[in-house]
């Protein structure tokens, strides 16, 4: 440790040194001992030498993509406590489990968990191998590696991007992802299979986990704790910092829609659900236009309103989606009586209905054109015509 004082470079209690490593390859041991010292706590993790929660590990990984630990940690709880098995899960309607994966984006994943929880019930339980858990509808081979190694035991290294960056800085790998992914999860098989890794598999794709998301992190890795440092090639070079390498990703094409705020005297909103298939498919959503690469005039996009109204403007919102960004215009409009074309929703309860979040963006912007809940001046602005306030 070179005679390195940590308490005073770290402050009390916040780390202990790491375990030693002359290895010049990264051995799976000094990870794990490195891992028993300083594993995350987490909302679905089982606690050391307990045994995990199926249902609770691949919930938390299927919620975990594209998503961060600090977003999924209080919606994962309340998820379960709506959904406290598999079973509740399979036998909960749809509208429901719409309602819970609200604002944690990718709603294709909330379709297939809803699905694989009924395929799953019906089997009367989880696959235990990678091959079994990938057969599930939405479950990939990092999720299917995932739950294997974790919930199972099984020998499986899952690799997403925490453990990409990782490998990439251990081994000094310089050709650029997406190009580096096989050669990337090779590497971290090729680590996963020494023995202490295949006794404890579970904890050995976790260790991976911690140390991507803890120590060797996106920027500013703290190589000084890292119980890998004497084996990063990555170190050594001095590139760590600048991997993983990416390919120069294509500009995200731009979109256009207009959404439509229609409220009644009783001050009832009109909501629709989208088609089950789709981008958001399923969801709830304000009525409106399709998205399309030019703006629409004012004319044409009233052509797509649900009731003729006197439509004035309320503003608008931008929402990016991973393969373009939105930029959405809403109007609002009222009407003595809401059309029977959707769903209807006290204005009140509107952002609680289950929007996603691009929608709920949208309603919050008539809101606060448009009056809070119970407003009377809000309402009778509305009345008036929703004086513009922005
Ligand atoms: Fe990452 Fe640094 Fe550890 Fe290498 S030594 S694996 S760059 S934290």
């Avoid at 399979?90 to 719409?98: D, I, K, L």
């Avoid at 995932?146 to 690799?159: D, E, K, L, T």
């Avoid at 909103?269 to 703006?295: D, Q, S, Y």
């Avoid at 939105?326 to 609680?352: F, I, K, M, Q, T």
Wanted: with cysteine; glycine share 12%; hydrophobic share 45%.
């Amino acid at each position: 440790m070179g005679g390195l004082d940590w308490q005073g470079i770290l402050g009390p209690g916040r780390f202990e040194p790491p375990m030693p490593s002359d290895s010049v390859h990264p051995d799976a041991a000094s990870l794990l001992a490195w891992y028993d010292r300083h594993r995350r706590a987490l909302p679905w993790r089982a606690r050391a030498g307990e045994p995990a929660d199926p249902y609770a590990v691949w919930l938390s990984e299927v919620m975990l993509q594209q998503t961060t630990v600090a977003a999924v940690g209080p919606r994962f709880a309340r998820f379960l406590a709506r959904f406290p098995t598999v079973e509740a899960l399979a036998a909960a309607p749809w509208e429901q489990v719409a309602q819970e994966w609200a604002g944690l984006g990718y709603y294709a994943r909330a379709r297939n968990l809803h699905a694989a929880a009924k395929d799953v019930a019906e089997r009367g339980g989880f696959p235990s191998d990678e091959a079994g858990l990938a057969t599930l509808p939405g479950v990939g081979p990092y999720t299917a590696a995932a739950v294997a190694a974790i919930a199972f035991g099984r020998p499986a290294v899952p690799v997403d991007g925490n453990v990409e960056r990782v490998m990439a800085r251990l081994f000094a790998v310089e050709a650029p992802l997406p190009g580096a992914k096989r050669r990337l999860a090779a590497l971290a098989r090729e680590v996963g299979a020494q023995a202490p890794a295949r006794a404890r598999p579970g904890d050995f794709a976790q260790a991976l986990f911690d140390l991507g998301a803890t120590v060797c992190t996106p920027r500013r890795p703290v190589c000084a704790l890292c119980p890998w440092r004497g084996a990063c090639a990555g170190l050594a070079s001095g590139l760590a910092e600048s991997l993983p390498r990416k390919a120069a990703k294509a500009e995200r094409p731009q979109r256009f829609g207009v959404a439509f705020w229609l409220e009644d005297e009783a001050g009832r909103v009109l909501l629709r659900r989208r088609p089950a298939r789709g981008l958001l498919g399923g969801m709830l959503e304000l009525p409106g236009t399709p998205w399309r690469g030019k703006m629409w005039g004012e004319v044409e996009a009233q052509g797509h309103a649900p009731a003729r109204a006197a439509w004035l403007p309320a503003g608008g919102v931008r929402h990016v989606f991973t393969h373009f960004a939105l930029d959405l215009r809403v109007w609002a409009g009222w009407v003595p009586v809401l059309p029977a074309c959707g769903e209807v929703v006290p204005r009140g309860e509107v952002l609680s209905a289950g929007l996603p979040g691009v929608m709920a963006k949208a309603a919050r912007v008539a809101l606060r054109v448009c009056g809070e809940a119970g407003s009377a001046s809000g309402r009778a602005s509305f009345g008036r015509g929703c004086a513009r306030r922005e």
